[in-house]
């Protein structure tokens, strides 16, 4: 509900500035933009705090592959698998990676350690990451912008990182 508030807020500001005679236009026009897949709908909608909402799907993809955030914000990020295969043939975590992490061996690492979820031990490699999720479920995690760089992000289940990856920007 509040990603639709702002996006009517910025509406109305259109609809101000650019004249009269298509209000409803626009506004319906900013509506469909915030329901599709995009990559830029990372909302702040309080100081300092930015939502950001990934998907997994059971076509192994994240619903977007580039997240922008401000440095030092802090980052809610609500994470869901929204297929309906299980946890054990395809399941999906989020996990946020250092500078200079090789992704490939990270994946490679991972495989090893199916009993924690496929999150290594004793690596310092990982900023932060969700648990695994079958479809249907749901997780939320919160944690601080790291500083400004270009972060990798991967789904550490086995074999998904070759397609579930994307960069986290801060900015
Ligand atoms: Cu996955």
Redesign the pocket.
Known sequence: MKKIFVLFLSATLLVSCGGDGKKEEEKNDSLKIGNSAETTDEVEDEEGVTKVYLT?SDQ?KFNKNQITVNAGDEVVLTFEHVGKLPKET????FVLLKKGTNVQEFGQEALEYKENDYIPENTDAIIVHTKMLGGGEKTQITFQAPEKGNYDYI???PG?VAL?KGILTVK
């Open positions: 997994g192994m395809m399941g999906h975590n789904c550490s289940f998904h579930m």
